[in-house]
Structures are given as structure tokens and as C-alpha cells.
């Protein structure tokens, strides 16, 4: 009787602890967007009220209309300005997380990106899944895709998405010692899964909540969407944006970059961290 007794009240303060940080909006509403968490693990089990005061955020607290859509894996000659060509005509603002390989090929979009009042942040070298290498490693990979990334854009990058969303909790101090916010997603439109335009746009239309980040992609890594070899058809993502926003405007929802929201709005935080796991394939299966 007495083991169970004094592991419930140990546990007490923990608990308080956790409701505090949820009413002071340290946690992100789970059922927000339709995503599938890292599986748990003891630590983050155990030690979740203390991770949350340092946990990674996902959108922002606000009632008003306002999300940040965020563009993933590009730049790309075919899909960034088509991209940026739909943004410029609504007049909304977006951040465009890139890959360093990427941007090096195409330095002239990325300051494109940033003469059009977008804003441009790191996602990797490559498609790498850094959670799956020796920590010393994936912080060196981080480290040297910001300056790669500043060297091109002339910004200093302050925000960073890990590939997949994988990250470790010190892949995360990591980066966070680097003077870098790590910033993953509540709302995507699951634009990998071969589906086209319209349903891209109307599944992203039904998955905006206000101060939420949409994820989106820029260009697929992968090749997932691109055109077919043949017939030349593949995802359209710049008529995707286009439906998009102009479901955004009939609903009054207009985007601004990253930044800017969490200049204006607190962050809504969440504990978002995986277990390093070498086993994991580290190359580029599907998402993210
Ligand atoms: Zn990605």
C-alpha cells in the first residue's frame, strides 16, 4: 500500500506543474491539424513539464484570421515561382524553410524569397534525417547549413525545421544554443501523397485554425509529385497556393511569415522529440 500511495503523491506537483503550462499555453492542442506525434518515450513520459518550458513551437495563440504558411524542401526553378508568383497576387507573406543543396543551385530564388518580403529559414544540407546520426554530427550538419544559408540569403537564419521533424532533445538545445528557434507545424495538407491540387487546397482550406503554421511544400525531395516522365503531369503547387489563398480570402484568413507571428503572438509550445535511432533510414523516404 505504501509504494502505491507515495508514487501518487510524488506525482502530484508534476500534474499541477502541467495544467500551469497548459493554461499558459505551453501546449498545443494535439487534435489542431491532423499529424501523428513520435512515439512516447520515458523521458519525455517523466520529464514532460520540464521539457515544455523548452519545447518547440508548433503555431501561435491569437483569435484573429492569421496562419503562417510554410513552404518546405526548395527552392526549385519549376514550383517557387509559381509559388511566389500566387503570394504576390494575394499580397500574403510566407517562410520558406529550405535545404542548403538546394538553395547553392538556386541562389537567385532564394533572394527572390526575400526581395518579396517572405522570409527564409533552414531545413537542412539535404534531406538527411538527423535524428538518426551521432548527435556531434547532426549539430555540425545544422551549424554549417546556417552559414551556408546566411553566405546566400544575407540574413541571419533564426528559425529551423528539422527534416521529418526529427529531432533529438539535444539535436534541440543543440540548436537553440546556435540562436535558432526550432519550429515544426499544427496544420499540413498532406501535399506528398500523390493527390492534386484541388484536394491539396481544400485539405489544407479545412486544417486552418487561427495562428496556425501549414505545411506545405516548395518541392518534394523525393520527386513525390513531379512530372511524370511521359504523360509531363504532375502536382501543380503553384495552382494548389492559388486555390489555397483564395479559400483563405473568402474565409478572411491571410498569411504572414514565421517571424512575424511570433513577434506579435505568444508561441504555442509542444514537446516534440525522438529517441536517436541509427536504425532509422536517414535517407528520404516520404514526408516532411
Ligand atoms: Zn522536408
Request: overall charge neutral; some cysteine.
Amino acid at each position: 500500500m505504501t509504494a502505491p500511495a507515495r508514487t501518487a503523491r510524488s506525482r502530484r506537483p508534476l500534474l499541477d506543474l502541467s495544467a500551469k503550462l497548459v493554461r499558459r499555453g505551453y501546449v498545443c492542442d494535439y487534435e489542431v491539424g491532423e499529424r501523428e506525434l513520435p512515439g512516447p518515450d520515458k523521458v519525455l513520459t517523466y520529464g514532460r513539464p520540464a521539457l515544455l518550458a523548452v519545447s518547440t513551437v508548433a503555431c501561435v495563440a491569437t483569435d484573429e484570421k492569421v496562419v503562417g504558411l510554410t513552404y518546405d524542401d526548395g527552392p526549385d526553378p519549376t514550383y517557387t515561382p509559381q509559388v511566389l508568383e500566387a503570394l504576390a497576387a494575394s499580397g500574403d507573406r510566407a517562410t520558406f524553410f529550405v535545404m542548403v543543396e538546394q538553395a547553392e543551385k538556386h541562389p537567385d530564388l532564394v533572394r527572390r524569397i526575400v526581395a518579396e518580403g517572405h522570409e527564409i529559414a533552414l531545413h537542412g544540407i539535404d534531406h538527411t534525417r538527423l535524428s538518426s546520426l551521432p548527435i556531434r554530427q547532426a549539430i555540425a550538419l545544422i551549424k554549417d547549413g546556417k552559414a551556408r544559408l546566411e553566405r546566400i540569403s544575407g540574413r541571419q537564419t533564426t528559425l529551423f525545421r528539422p527534416t521529418y521533424g526529427a529531432q533529438t532533445v539535444g539535436q534541440y538545445l543543440a540548436t537553440r544554443a546556435l540562436g535558432m528557434e526550432v519550429v515544426v507545424w499544427s496544420a499540413w495538407a498532406r501535399d506528398w501523397d500523390g493527390s492534386d491540387a484541388g484536394e491539396i487546397a481544400q485539405r489544407a482550406i479545412g486544417a486552418l485554425h487561427q495562428g496556425g503554421f501549414m505545411l506545405l511544400h516548395d518541392f518534394s525531395g523525393d520527386g513525390v509529385g513531379a512530372p511524370d516522365p511521359v504523360t509531363g503531369e504532375g502536382l501543380d503547387r503553384g495552382e494548389a497556393t492559388r486555390l489555397l489563398l483564395a479559400g483563405m480570402k473568402r474565409r478572411k484568413y491571410t498569411s504572414r511569415t514565421v517571424s512575424e507571428l511570433l513577434a506579435q503572438y505568444p508561441a504555442v509550445r509542444t514537446v516534440w522529440a525522438e529517441k536517436r535511432d541509427p536504425n532509422r533510414p536517414s535517407g528520404m523516404p516520404a514526408s516532411n
